[in-house]
């Protein structure tokens, strides 16, 4: 590990015109690449005390044994530089995108006497024209199997239609209608190309022009009763038709643009393209990328569209910078950024976030496809067993274990404001979580916000209950003077479930992980010591820098970013910070929708809702005779007469407000709420 400060540039050395620069290790390695509007203050910053780099940063200077620069003219050639060296050196500190797969475009070679449409994938080639990326290969064919009705292009190889010529005998294709056969010149080169030319036009979304001409041909040939060509036409817009609904309208016809969403974490990040031309969606692309840097999401935006537009060939670029380019966060500086990619069109590039409309609610879309590829991307990596074993063993060995933790606990307290405390339990085995185990807990021992506190008593309950239930089955005898005084007991059923099985609190983790720092991991250890339980490894995860804190110890465990036992932490933590919230959630929705009727004895929810519905309100109920009652299905004389007893104990509730229009609502309905479980699992009392 180096000292940066033996590297460090003079002071004044450094210019303060805007550059790119280079940290290399040891080797002469570029491991990062940089730029900056001025070198001076942004260098100046990485050679501070590492304690206030963030962890990423400080990994990297201390990796690297030199920094030097080069000095361009303005903030866009240091951009266009930039991007150059990431390709060019492929530095490992740097975020790099990678496709999560190859995908398929549909082209057409204009660069070739006898253009040809093909399903081509990998880097573009000059003179070629592209419309996609398409998810599958097969949604390209399609398309064009109902395109070729209309625009015979060829779609053959070299091999084959230099063999069709030298027999003088088209394909099949040609004898059925679907290739204009200039092999055997049944048109010729240019009425071929003009075929091309339009096929390209509508692929690229000037449709409208071209359905109305099919159409007066079409009403034409129906006026001179040339019914066959007619109806040849009629098939040809239907064809074209089905082919335009594969590609759903969803936004004004001359809308050209890419919309750009982002999903991330702490250690990777997922991004989505749509490609709208004409105003529909023309292609989707994703890439997924580790964190090794720090960046934010502006950051993780520029990024992605230097990797989107810098890789195109230089007489491509019109055709792949649309006129908008939509994104959740703008880079900082945006002006470089914008002058780059108007500057790739050839005329002004609009980058900006949709703040409302059409355009808003298809950037939620692609945000939706951007969180649901980051999930399939851990969902693929927690599946590998190799990576799930390889994880495990850097977890045992970073906090020196001695086997690997097949069993992983973990706990999260959550709150709103004091309000609501409760706790959550989730239970990894071999790496994939086990969500029949999972339990919630309420926070009984106090009131207020505590975490501390409230991590103390949830550890005290979870393990108290595996003392007990190992005692009833005879493991271990607990003494009565080792359980702790005042404790009342969690175990019920006798320890064992409906079908006669132990309860799951019967088998103890190999490693108890708590969401946070020191504090909470001391008071998780000192719950253990109260029960003189001595077999269960723990450690913490604090949020802000992914740290893993060990009891007793000053300092923490720092795994590398990119390691697989940092990844599998990361989960277990996240999954029961999803856990508790959601339960906690649920619990004050619970609390905030209950009214006067949920008490009465014997009232489900079904009935209330009669009740409700039946008088419209609360005050009209209240105001009800027994009898009245008595009337609503399902209300027996006894029900009615508990109902109207304890409404008119209570004192009526103060009238509701409209807070917009200041208006008082004195009719309004109670509300009932139906929440749905949010897991499998049983609250622990």
């Known amino acids: 590990m180096a000292d940066p400060s033996t590297y460090r540039p003079a002071p004044g050395a450094i210019p303060t015109s805007p550059g790119v620069y280079r ?28 304690a206030g780099l963030h962890p990423r940063t400080a990994t990297m200077v201390t990796t690297a044994a030199s920094v030097e620069w080069t000095v361009v003219a303005t903030e866009v050639e240091a951009l266009q530089l930039e991007y150059s060296w990431i390709k060019e050196f492929d530095p490992r500190f740097n975020v790099k995108y990678r496709d999560d797969k190859s995908y398929p475009e549909l082209a057409v070679t204009l660069n070739e006497e006898y253009p040809r449409v093909q399903v081509m994938r990998g880097a573009h080639k000059k003179g070629v024209r592209y419309f996609g990326p398409y998810g599958h290969a097969w ?44 092999c055997v010149g049944k048109v010729s080169a240019d009425e071929h190309r003009e075929l091309a030319e339009d096929f390209c036009d509508f692929m690229a979304g000037r449709t409208g022009n071209y359905l109305r001409r099919l159409e007066d041909q079409m009403q034409e040939a129906a006026a001179e009763m040339e019914y066959e060509k007619a109806a040849r036409l009629r098939d040809d817009i239907g064809a074209l038709k089905r ?3 594969k590609n759903a309208i969803v936004l004004a016809d001359a809308t050209d643009a890419d919309l750009l969403a982002v ?35 502006a950051g993780l935006v520029e990024h992605a569209l230097q990797q989107l537009y810098g890789g195109a060939a230089s007489d491509e670029r019109n055709e792949s910078v649309p006129r908008e380019v939509l994104v959740p966060a703008l880079p900082e500086p945006l002006a470089p950024v914008r002058e780059w990619l108007s500057g790739l ?22 945000q939706r496809n951007a969180q649901q ?4 991307h851990k969902t693929k990596r927690a599946s590998d067993l190799t990576t799930r074993s390889r994880a495990l063993q850097e977890i045992a060995d970073a906090l020196e274990l001695d086997s690997v933790p097949l069993r992983i606990e973990c706990y999260d307290i959550s709150h709103l404001q004091g309000e609501d405390v409760v706790a959550s339990m989730v239970v990894f085995e071999d790496g994939l979580a086990r969500k029949s185990e999972y339990r919630r807990f309420q926070i009984k021992g106090f009131e207020g916000q505590d975490d501390v506190r409230s991590m103390h008593e949830v550890i005290s309950r979870r393990f108290r209950r595996y003392l007990q239930e190992r005692e009833q089955t005879g493991e271990w005898a607990v003494p009565e003077e080792d359980e702790p005084a005042g404790a009342e007991s969690d175990l019920a059923a006798g320890g064992r479930d409906e079908e006669g099985r132990p309860k799951r609190f019967a088998y103890p983790p190999q490693l108890l992980v708590v969401d946070g720092g020191q504090p909470q991991v001391a008071a998780a250890k000192r719950a253990l010591e109260e029960l003189g339980i001595d077999d269960v490894a723990l450690c913490g995860l604090a949020k802000r820098l992914e740290e893993v804190w060990l009891p007793g110890e000053d300092d923490p465990v720092v795994l590398p970013r990119s390691s697989e036992g940092l990844y599998l932490l990361q989960r277990v933590r996240d999954e029961a910070h999803r856990f508790a919230i959601s339960y906690q959630r649920n619990k004050r929705s619970k609390r905030l929708t209950a009214g006067e009727l949920d008490s009465v004895p014997g009232l489900g929810e079904t009935r209330r809702r009669a009740l409700l519905k039946h008088f419209g309100s609360l005050k009209k109920l209240r105001a009800a005779t027994v009898d009245e009652i008595c009337a609503v ?11 109207a007893a304890a409404l008119s104990s209570r004192t009526p509730a ?3 407000v409209n807070t917009a229009t200041g208006e008082i609502i004195e009719d309004g309905a109670e509300p009932v709420a139906a929440v749905p479980q949010t897991a499998p699992s049983q609250e622990t009392p």
């Not at 702490?266 to 749509?274: K, M, R, Y």
């Not at 590829?373 to 399939?376: E, M, Q």
């Open 654 to 656: 103060a009238p509701a």
């Open 139 to 182: 949604a390209i064919r399609e398309t064009v199997d109902l395109l070729l009705r209309v625009f015979p292009v060829r779609t053959c190889s070299n091999g084959v239609f230099k063999r069709a010529r030298q027999v003088g005998r088209p394909c099949l294709l040609g004898y059925i209608g679907k290739c204009a056969a200039p």
């Open 373 to 376: 590829a980051l999930a399939l």
């Open 243 to 245: 082919a335009m609904e």
């Open 345 to 366: 069109r050839g005329s002004q590039v609009d980058l900006r976030i949709p703040q409302r409309g059409d355009k808003k609610d298809l950037m939620a879309t692609v």
């Open 633 to 643: 299905p399902g209300i027996g004389r006894r029900t009615a007469e508990t109902v």
């Open 23 to 50: 940290f290399r290790d040891a080797h002469g390695r570029v491991i990062y690449v940089g730029k900056a509007k001025s070198l001076r203050p942004r260098l100046s910053s990485y050679f501070q005390d590492l």
């Open 263 to 297: 999903a991330e974490d702490e250690l990777e990040a997922a991004v989505q393209i749509f490609h709208v031309r004409g105003g529909r969606v023309r292609g989707q692309r994703g890439w997924v990328t580790d964190k090794v840097e720090d960046v934010d999401t």
